[in-house]
T-cell receptor
Framework: NAGVTQTPKFQVLKTGQSMTLQCAQDMNHEYMSWYRQDPGMGLRLIHYSVGAGITDQGEVPNGYNVSRSTTEDFPLRLLSAAPSQTSVYFC????????????FGPGTRLTVT | AQSVTQLDSQVPVFEEAPVELRCNYSSSVSVYLFWYVQYPNQGLQLLLKYLSGSTLVKGINGFEAEFNKSQTSFHLRKPSVHISDTAEYFCAVSDQALTFGKGTMLLVSP
């Protein structure tokens, strides 16, 4: 049982490049979400999904796309990277979205130059 | 809309001293409250949660928190901290989505 895995661990992009951050979980969780963590800002929700085929926007969705074709995977796409997207990105999953514990991946540290 | 305020960005404390990390929340409906801990260069893990029932909630590593509805607070406490408790602590409230506070860095020194 690997829990929540994220790849890559580190990434450097140039402004305007696109890339996909991968997230997978093996706990059969319905709910998955993406957060970004910036110093002094806590974690802010980017997008979330309550099940395969269903996604919705969080607090800071601009510049990011998601899809959920399977229960296990929830990739986050940066369409055209900007320096403001330099951050640490965490994927999380849980059985549900309100009273349930969220399990976090180890994070992806992204730098956009 | 829900929100979380962690009143201290940093709390320095000596080893074996007690500590309280403060958290206030606002929400228009019944809430579920959480404390998560983040050790350096790691993801977050759950310390404890309040869903309903007893207002005093016990978590892992000797931490506990008290839900106070009238003061809309959910402060985290530990009677005696260790060096290994040095980490960032996040309070969170869940309604439609999980909303985090900005975090409190607990710095334990010998």
């Amino acid at each position: 049982n690997a829990g929540v895995t994220q790849t890559p661990k580190f990434q450097v992009l140039k402004t305007g490049q696109s890339m996909t951050l991968q997230c997978a979980q093996d706990m059969n969780h319905e709910y998955m979400s993406w957060y970004r963590q910036d110093p002094g800002m806590g974690l802010r929700l980017i997008h979330y999904s309550v099940g395969a085929g269903i996604t919705d926007q969080g607090e800071v969705p601009n510049g990011y796309n998601v899809s959920r074709s399977t229960t296990e995977d929830f990739p986050l796409r940066l369409l055209s990277a900007a320096p403001s997207q330099t951050s640490v990105y965490f994927c999380a999953s849980s059985y549900g979205h309100d009273s349930y514990e969220q399990y976090f991946g180890p994070g992806t540290r992204l730098t956009v130059t | 809309a829900q929100s979380v305020t962690q009143l201290d960005s940093q709390v320095p404390v000596f080893e074996e001293a007690p500590v309280e990390l403060r958290c206030n929340y606002s929400s228009s409906v019944s809430v579920y409250l959480f404390w998560y801990v983040q050790y350096p260069n790691q993801g977050l893990q759950l310390l404890l949660k309040y869903l309903s029932g007893s207002t005093l909630v016990k978590g892992i590593n000797g931490f506990e928190a008290e839900f106070n509805k009238s003061q809309t607070s959910f402060h985290l406490r530990k009677p005696s901290v260790h060096i290994s408790d040095t980490a960032e602590y996040f309070c969170a409230v869940s309604d439609q989505a999980l909303t985090f506070g900005k975090g409190t860095m607990l710095l334990v020194s010998p």
